[in-house]
């Protein structure tokens, strides 16, 4: 099976993230047809996978009183209403329990597993979503779980070895979505050696970024969301003892080597 090109642009263009999903008139969510859950499902585990390992799961949220608590957990609302709902997730639980019921032993690889694990679970995740796409429904990633982590593991009983990445929302959209820029590809795609941009060449990026983060018809500033996400006292500050702390309880913490 192949596309044009020019059909492949199509395609990704088509792409939007979408937070407003068709529900039903009592605002419950609209089930995928079986077929479809399928397709997706099978997509996920079609996707490639470093040493055939499969490092990574998705834990399927159906009911809605865990939606509901996963709503306040990610501050995502649309996590009630999609009609699927996923906690995409690194695992390196599953190998251990290889080893160990094939009476091995398993072995202490702590980055190892962060690196395997989180690769794993976006590749899977990515090959969801596309092929919802396929299909003609849109979705969205939800990093917001980052803001929830101990909540999470609790609520869904994740083991030791098993870290959530993000959530993944996916439904009919309901919403007139903007066609949102990236960045001049020079500045992402590099030929042979990195090309560090040049100021000039970031103070165009941000000009070409600024409507992403335009609100209410408001002109947008990107350098402005960088800095409320990235900059000094920004969420990721505030989600970094998060993640430690998350990767300490899953035995996933990185101590230092050099003693
Ligand atoms: C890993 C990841 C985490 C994200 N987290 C959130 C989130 O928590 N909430 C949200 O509304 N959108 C989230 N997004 C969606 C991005 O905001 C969106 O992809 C970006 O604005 C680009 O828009 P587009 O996908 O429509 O092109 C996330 C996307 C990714 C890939």
Not at 49 to 60: K, P
Not at 135 to 151: H, K, P
Request: proline share 7%; hydrophobic share 40%; charged share 20%.
């Amino acid at each position: 099976m192949s596309m044009t090109p020019e059909e492949v642009r199509a395609f990704y263009d088509a792409h939007r993230t979408v937070r407003q999903y068709v529900t039903n008139d009592d605002g419950t969510p609209i089930p995928l047809p079986a077929d479809h859950l399928d397709a997706l499902l099978h997509a996920a585990q079609r996707a490639p996978t470093d040493a055939t390992a499969q490092l990574y799961s998705l834990v399927r949220i159906t009911r809605p009183d865990l939606r509901a608590r996963l709503v306040d957990l990610t501050t995502n609302a649309h996590i009630a209403t999609a009609s699927e709902a996923f906690i995409v997730c690194a695992d390196v639980h599953r190998v251990t329990r290889v080893l160990d019921v094939t009476a091995h032993q398993p072995g202490h690889w702590p980055a190892i597993a962060v690196h395997f694990g989180i690769g794993d679970a976006v590749m899977a995740g990515t090959n969801l979503l596309t092929a919802a796409e396929m299909l003609g429904y849109q979705g969205c990633w939800i990093g917001g779980v980052m803001n929830g982590l101990d909540g999470i593991i609790t609520d869904l009983n994740l083991p030791a070895g098993v870290l959530p990445f993000a959530a993944l929302t996916i439904g009919r959209s309901a919403e007139n979505t903007p066609y949102r820029p990236r960045v001049p590809r020079p500045l992402v795609i590099h030929t042979d050696a990195y090309h560090a941009a040049t100021d000039d060449e970031i103070r165009t990026a941000v000009e070409v970024m600024n409507p992403i983060a335009s609100r209410g018809g408001l002109p947008g500033d990107w350098a402005r969301l960088m800095n409320a996400y990235f900059g000094e006292g920004g969420s990721m500050t505030k989600r970094e003892p998060v993640l430690r702390a998350a990767l300490e309880r899953q035995g996933l913490a990185v101590e230092r080597m050099d003693g």
